[in-house]
């Protein structure tokens, strides 16, 4: 705690995004399990991520529902402050879709290539994103990359908050965008848009949203953060059963949450049968999900680099700050509490639907 104020250290503030992916800070409060882990958490909605970063470092929150490369866009000072944050588990796998407008969808369907009917467009193309260093920028990038189109110098790239898009693409503002459910559901709802892919599909089985407070904290108060740690991972355990989730989808459907229809949230959160297992939205899957793999963070390092936004490094250097960020013990000790497996290595291997191993 940053000593600014005198409240019970055990009352925490966490911040969200209205997403499906909050659920579990949102499940972990209507349990109670919270309070079975000795901790008040109160959860306070965010306008945008860069709030969320703001508010998490200045001590206004005490942790975050935050986008796995926030985390390292803090870490590194890419295009903003930079200051040491720490990821105590993953909240969730897949979940986010790039939306087009319904006459590039359309093309796209067709058959006609990407950069063809971007370049077909009477003025440079313009796409969203949630944050610059954000997943929904990286699926973006890579997506655009794969088929052609350079997400440096082809396209206008813009930031808005999620909520914003649909109207934005209805508006003829943007030509797509890359987002967290509901927001591209909400956009065919509309019929501003149409979800082209699912950043599932893109990457079976990636890190998405991640529970993240300030490394000093979960240093100066390791058992408060491994009770954050142990609760939050018995919510998305909890997430996984199907019938659960139908709990859940009135609790996010709540105008205090995400405030949209129940059936648009339930369209988002619960399974289908026809998905692939390792593309669907996952909260927990025996462990595998929540792990903070040190190969994930390798990834957005990677990419970083890529899109010129980070100069050279070397592994060791990148492995010696994934180290400081991922608190591996932190989670390890939650997990241990629960009986949730651990796995044997720190790492882990996935490929790209280009085939590409991140």
Not at 88 to 95: A, H, M, R
Not at 135 to 159: F, K, S
Not at 249 to 254: H, Q
Not at 285 to 291: I, K, L, P, Y
Request: charged share 20%.
């Amino acid at each position: 705690m940053t000593g600014h104020d005198n409240r019970d250290i055990r009352t925490l503030r966490l911040g969200y995004m209205p997403l499906i992916d909050c659920a579990p800070l949102v499940a972990a409060v209507r349990l109670g399990l919270d309070s079975k882990h000795g901790l008040r958490l109160q959860l306070q909605r965010q306008a945008s991520w860069a709030a969320i970063r703001d508010k998490l470092l200045s001590g206004e929150l005490d942790a975050v529902h935050a986008l796995a490369g926030l985390v390292y866009g803090v870490e590194t000072g890419i295009g903003g402050p930079q200051a040491e944050l720490a990821i105590l588990l993953t909240l969730n796998q897949n979940g986010q879709a790039i939306t087009l407008s319904p006459a590039l969808a359309h093309q796209l369907q067709q058959g006609l290539p990407l950069r063809q009917a971007l370049a077909a467009l009477p003025r440079r193309p313009v796409f969203a994103q949630t944050f610059p260093t954000g997943t929904h920028a990286m699926w973006l990038y890579y997506w655009l990359a794969a088929q052609g189109v350079d997400p440096m110098a082809d396209i206008h790239g813009v930031t808005l908050p999620p909520p914003q898009m649909p109207a934005a693409l209805a508006r003829g503002e943007l030509d797509g965008y890359c987002a967290g459910e509901p927001w591209a559901a909400e956009a065919e709802a509309l019929g501003a848009g149409q979800r082209v892919i699912r950043s599932g599909q893109i990457w079976p089985g990636h890190p998405e949203k991640v529970l993240a407070c300030r490394r000093e904290f979960a240093a100066l108060h390791p058992e408060i953060a491994i009770a954050l740690t142990a609760a939050l991972l018995e919510a998305c355990r909890w997430l996984d059963e199907p019938q659960n989730r139908r709990q859940a989808v009135d609790w996010l459907a709540d105008p205090d949450v995400i405030d949209l229809p129940a059936e648009r949230i339930a369209a988002c959160l619960l399974p289908s049968d026809n998905d692939d297992p390792a593309q669907r939205l996952r909260f927990h899957a025996d462990g595998q999900v929540n792990f903070p793999w040190l190969s994930d963070g390798r990834w957005f390092l990677q990419q970083f680099r890529r899109w010129g936004l980070l100069s050279e490094g070397s592994v060791a250097t990148d492995d010696a700050l994934l180290g400081n960020v991922h608190r591996l013990q932190t989670y390890r000790q939650a997990a241990a509490e629960l009986g949730v497996a651990l796995p044997a290595a720190d790492t882990r291997q996935n490929l790209l639907f280009d085939s590409q191993i991140p």
